[in-house]
């Protein structure tokens, strides 16, 4: 297994620039594909981002595309979400996850973080 937790969220202002980290313990962190989801008071887990084992390949949710970039350090087994221009409708519980268990743009993942509050004021 592996054990996520994520950090950095926080309350920003509209247009501002947040950057959530995921730090892996456990199983070799480079074994898994990684991804971010989100989700907001009363609305469904919604996917942000996916990347795989190497990092070499990346998917966005279109909602964030050209502001969100998603990487990755195997060697010091963490995962970044860089959020930039970020919007009130960002607002929401991020969550690391390792280990995807549907098709590309799915928010379902084996293995979870605790989740992080980003709160973006208007």
């Known amino acids: 297994q592996v054990q996520l937790v994520e950090s950095g969220g926080g309350l920003v202002q509209a247009g501002g620039s947040l950057r959530l980290s995921c730090a892996a313990s456990g199983r070799t962190f480079s074994r898994y594909a990684m991804g971010w989801v989100r989700q907001a008071p009363g609305k469904e887990r919604e996917f942000v981002a996916a990347i795989s084992r190497s990092g070499v390949s990346i998917y966005y949710a279109d909602s964030v595309k050209g502001r969100f970039t998603a990487s990755r350090d195997n060697a010091k087994n963490t995962a970044y979400l860089q959020m930039n221009s970020l919007k009130p409708e960002d607002t929401a519980v991020y969550y690391c996850?390792?280990?995807?268990?549907?098709?590309?743009?799915?928010?379902?993942?084996?293995?979870w973080g605790q989740g992080t509050q980003v709160t973006v004021s208007s």
């Open positions: 996850a390792a280990e995807p268990r549907g098709p590309s743009g799915s928010p379902e993942y084996n293995y």
